[in-house]
């Protein structure tokens, strides 16, 4: 894991890496917050050259910090429909669903959007989708290990199986002739969101209850899967909170 706001948010959770990388020279006085708070966790940063951190990291983004730590592993779809079934939580479930989205750095800011929005899980297809790598941890500034990722072998079928569950499948469209602001987030609700370019496939728009879409005022037919995802959960929270 890389990047400063992913590894304070490691270890604020209580959750110490293994080892920890800091950038000698000058980096490594302006971490020194961070240093200390490793330390505090019982962790001694070791000092190494950038040449040595940026091989690691693939370039310059690891922001002079490194953290060796567990892997993100995704929960199975198991896990997710007893958890709907069993929900623990005063608020109804709000749920994330990524169809086809393969970039690791907007799966990252979707986590992120997830977990400042409150939702209660965000779930992906097997196949199609971004690793939870480091960059996807880097980006999502900690909401990678907050959110609970739930890895689906067929999304179509996932999706029947939250409509029995009593969940209100949302799925965004560019032809949908109903605006997202229009649709009810109130209750118990997953929003699926789908690639850039592609939409959502042919299946997935199937299994949805209602299709909506963004209303766009501009020249651009569409915006970023990650800031269509930020928009559409935080509507949800808007309703929720009314």
């Known amino acids: 894991m890389f990047g400063v706001h992913a590894v304070e948010a490691l270890l604020a959770r209580g959750e110490p890496p293994r080892e ?73 479930p ?24 409150g939702a209660h899980g965000v ?27 739930y890895q689906v072998t067929n999304l179509a079928r996932a999706l029947a199986r939250l409509k029995t569950l009593d969940v209100w499948v949302i799925g965004t469209a560019g032809e949908a002739e ?17 690639a850039e370019g592609k939409g959502l496939r042919r299946l997935t728009r199937e299994a949805c209850d209602h299709l909506v879409k963004l209303p766009m005022a501009g020249a651009v037919s569409s915006l970023n899967v990650s800031v269509a995802t930020g928009i559409g959960l935080f509507e949800a929270v808007r309703q929720r909170r009314r």
């Not at 983004?61 to 730590?69: D, E, K, S």
Request: hydrophobic share 50%; with cysteine; proline share 6%.
């Open 123 to 149: 779930i992906v297809p097997k196949d199609k989708s971004a690793p939870l790598n480091a960059t996807v941890r880097k980006v999502a500034c900690g909401a990678a290990e907050s959110v609970p990722v």
């Open 178 to 194: 109903e605006s997202l602001f229009a649709a009810d987030f109130s209750g118990p609700v997953a929003l699926v969101m789908g």
């Open 94 to 117: 709000l749920l994330l669903v990524l169809d086809g989205v393969t970039d690791v750095h907007n799966l990252g800011a979707c986590l992120r959007s997830a977990d400042a929005a």
């Open 20 to 92: 920890l990388w800091v950038q000698e020279g000058a980096a490594e006085r302006r971490l020194e917050a961070l240093v200390a708070q490793a330390r505090a966790a019982g962790v001694s940063p070791l000092a190494r050259p950038r040449e040595v951190l940026d091989d690691l990291a693939g370039g310059g983004a690891h922001q002079g910090v490194i953290a060796f730590c567990s892997p993100l592993v995704a929960q199975d779809e198991a896990a997710l429909y007893f958890q709907l079934e069993a929900w623990p939580f005063t608020a109804p």
